[in-house]
């Protein structure tokens, strides 16, 4: 797989932390290499809504990778609940449903942007240098970037 | 079953096998089935409800899913991987989710469920207004079969042509 300019945190300069929750884990593990191509850390999974929300309280992530259509929970309802707690939660919807009205709940409910599957790891990796803003920097390594 | 229901489902499975797959893809068959669902071998079902209601299934032989799976997973995977069973559901997910989004921009209003893996040997039979399309894909790597039954909900009817009609406006 392709490697990017690792992203890090402009504060600390360690790796981003992610938490990726999908009801899949063909989807999470697929996230996860993608990742590590942007240099960044996995600090935990979550396969339903519900335990994201406990996920995200006990690690505190500088992101969310969240899919929509997930049980217990859904992906739109958690971002929205982590979001009420944690107005600074960056949170990134990923679902293969795209829609139009799909997108403008998930980001009037809190979610900062939307990425839709199957997901191309250049347009993740954008997605996630504009989600970080100020807050992460690419380092552009010898051999490394797109 | 209308064309327009399942040109965009044709589409979607097309565009996420050849980029998941990076080859080419075409129609090796299509036909039109009234008996029982029989399962080939690694299958996934997915279930919609609100303009139109019904079921998916992409159905896989266990050798063609654990190829296709591996290449998903960017390595070889065991026979008995549970991820070949997942990257199935994963792959129904992709489909289902693309083609759901651009019957969505046509008007249609639904709700997709979590994809579940099927393991009867038969699905539910298929009736008059649900009868289901089979469509085999021919990939570089085996053959993929999607199975369609859908039916419109006729109170729905109205909202979606004046949603339509909105648009052509636009």
């Known amino acids: 797989m392709e490697q990017f300019a690792p992203v890090k945190r402009s504060k600390d300069g360690q790796p981003v932390r992610y938490l990726v929750v999908d009801d899949s884990v063909f989807a999470r593990k697929n996230l996860a290499r993608m990742i590590e191509t942007f240099g960044g850390q996995v600090a935990g999974e979550a396969g339903d809504g519900v335990t994201a ?9 500088d992101i969310v990778l969240m899919d929509i259509t997930m049980p217990q929970m859904e992906g739109i309802e958690a971002a929205e609940k982590i979001v009420q707690q944690h107005p600074e939660a960056r949170i990134v919807m990923v679902s293969s449903v795209g829609y139009q009205e799909n997108i403008v709940a998930a980001l009037q409910r809190g979610a900062r942007h939307f990425v839709q599957k199957p997901v191309k790891p250049e347009v993740l990796y954008e997605v996630i240098k504009y989600v970080m803003g100020e807050d992460g920097t690419a380092a552009h390594a010898a051999g490394a970037g797109i | 079953m209308k064309m327009e229901l399942i040109q965009p489902f044709i589409n979607a499975a097309d565009a996420v096998l050849a980029q998941g797959l990076q080859c080419p893809t075409s ?56 991820l070949v069973r997942e990257t199935v559901c994963e792959l129904a997910n992709l489909v289902i989710g693309n083609a759901v ?25 298929s009736s008059e207004d649900t009868e289901a399309l089979v469509i085999c894909f021919e990939t570089c790597i085996g053959n993929v079969f999607l199975n369609i039954a859908l039916r419109h909900k006729c109170s729905q009817q ?10 052509t406006e636009n």
């Open chain 2, 27 to 82: 129609i090796a068959n299509l036909s039109m089935e009234q008996e029982a669902y029989r399962r080939k071998g690694v299958a996934a079902l997915i279930w919609v409800t609100g303009d139109i209601e019904g079921r998916i299934v992409i159905d896989l032989d266990p050798e063609t899913a654990l190829r296709v799976a591996s290449r998903f997973a960017g390595n070889d995977l065991p026979e008995s991987d549970e």
């Open chain 2, 101 to 125: 989004t651009s019957l969505n921009d046509q008007g249609f209003h639904f709700r997709v469920h979590p994809p579940v893996l099927h393991t009867s040997e038969h699905g539910p039979k």
């Open chain 1, 53 to 61: 929300i406990t996920e995200y309280e006990r690690l505190k992530p």
């Open chain 2, 158 to 167: 109205p909202e979606r042509a004046a949603a339509v009609g909105r648009r």
